[in-house]
Every structure is written in structure tokens, then in C-alpha cells.
């Protein structure tokens, strides 16, 4: 799924806690079944299975059948705009804390 595709924003697949979990378990492990992921929450198979298909809508995981078991992975890609936009910040405080930071060097001095 091409990031112009996408049926879901990657802000948005990203808010929850569940699926930022989901997200951190998929990149420490190359690929994991649907049972091994719902075994890491205190939730059902169902509801663990709805996170993972949010995050697929955002393109952030891809997921393949193994004979009867479903297996996903982390297509980290997408994360790559919300990189930029805190980078973005990042350097616009930076900048503000350098002018701040000179000003109260003025009035010191």
C-alpha cells in the first residue's frame, strides 16, 4: 500500500498505547503470529486483532498467512512523517530556546 493510499492517517494509528505496544513489539521481533502478539496484552485475540488492522489501514504493518496462522510485521516507512514533523519542532524550540537563552544573556550583562 503506497503511502497516497493509505486508509488511515499514521497520527492517528499511532494514539493509542495499544498499538504503539503493537508497533514496538513488531520492530524488536521480525515478524510475529497473531497468538504470540494477543499473549502480550489483557485483552482478546479480537480486540488485539482490530489494533493490528488500524495499523494496517496506515500502511505501519503488513501482515501474511502461514498455513492457518496469520503473521505480521512492521513496514516502518510510514513513521517517517511523523519523524519529519517532530523534527520539525524539535528545531523550532531549539531555535526559541537560543533566542530566549540570548536574551537573558542581555539582560545580565
Do not use: C
Request: net charge neutral; no cysteine.
Amino acid at each position: 500500500m503506497s503511502e497516497n493510499n493509505r486508509l488511515r492517517d499514521v497520527f492517528d494509528a499511532i494514539a493509542d498505547p495499544t498499538r504503539r505496544r503493537l508497533i514496538r513489539l513488531l520492530a524488536e521481533a521480525k515478524e510475529l503470529p497473531l497468538h504470540e502478539l494477543t499473549e502480550q496484552f489483557p485483552m482478546g485475540r479480537t480486540a488485539v486483532s482490530k489494533h493490528l488492522t488500524i495499523l494496517k489501514e496506515a500502511g505501519l504493518v503488513v501482515d501474511r498467512k502461514v498455513g492457518r496462522e496469520t503473521r505480521f510485521r512492521l513496514n516502518a516507512a510510514p513513521l517517517r512523517e511523523i519523524q519529519d514533523w517532530v523534527s520539525f519542532y524539535s528545531q523550532f524550540w531549539n531555535a526559541n530556546l537560543l533566542r530566549l537563552n540570548q536574551l537573558l544573556e542581555e539582560e545580565e550583562e
